[in-house]
């Protein structure tokens, strides 16, 4: 009778196994390691690309802002020469505009009319005076509404005044609004062209 001792080869096909056991696991390992490392590249390189958009756009940033600041100051320029400006151009009305108004008013005086106060507060004008008679009053009141430096021109009381040995004289009260600068007049529109001698316009 012939004996095989079979243990041996039970043994070998054990080993084998484990064998394999271990190759798999190392692979697995290995496999798990690659796509860790794959992931921690990855998000390492994206760290560094999210980095320097940070640090481009925080120049963008800067660069904007000292933009900004320079247009503030330049807004503030033009607003300090505008201020400039308007202070100039009010001088120059304060300084022409009383001399014309003053024209204006002595040539809307009658002949039969003389004023005896002229008082002016904040733009309003208060005016008295004597006259003749009534139609001098009146046409002071229409000489003043025409000139373009007295607005809403109003009579505001006529009273008779006695004279001892004189006639009898014609007391005032005119009140108006007074532009130191008028505006300017409208702009007139120009009219068709005369005809020709021959019919034609020109």
Do not use: C
Not at 112 to 120: A, I, K, M, V, Y
Request: net charge positive.
């Amino acid at each position: 009778m012939i004996r095989i001792n079979l243990l041996s080869v039970r043994q070998i096909k054990a080993d084998i196994g484990r064998l394999h056991e271990l190759v798999i696991a190392g692979i697995s390992l290995g496999l798990a390691v690659a796509l860790m490392i794959i992931v921690q590249v990855y998000q390492t390189i994206r760290i560094y690309a999210l980095e320097k958009e940070q640090e481009s756009l925080s120049q963008e940033i800067e660069r904007l802002n000292a933009q900004s600041k320079l247009v503030q100051d330049l807004e503030q320029k033009v607003k300090a020469l505008k201020d400039k400006l308007n202070v100039i151009d009010d001088l120059s009305k304060k300084k022409v505009g009383p001399v014309r108004v003053m024209e204006s008013l002595s040539l809307a005086i009658p002949q039969r009319l003389w004023l005896t106060e002229f008082r002016e507060s904040g733009g309003s004008l208060t005016l008295n005076g004597m006259a003749l008679d009534n139609q001098s009053i009146a046409d002071f009141h229409r000489a003043l509404a025409a000139s373009p430096y007295f607005r809403d021109v109003d009579l505001v009381e006529t009273s008779h005044v006695e004279q001892q040995g004189g006639a009898p004289l014609k007391k005032f009260t005119l009140r108006s609004r007074l532009l130191y600068q008028p505006p300017p007049p409208p702009a007139q529109k120009a009219g068709p062209a005369p005809p020709t001698k021959d019919g034609g316009k020109r």
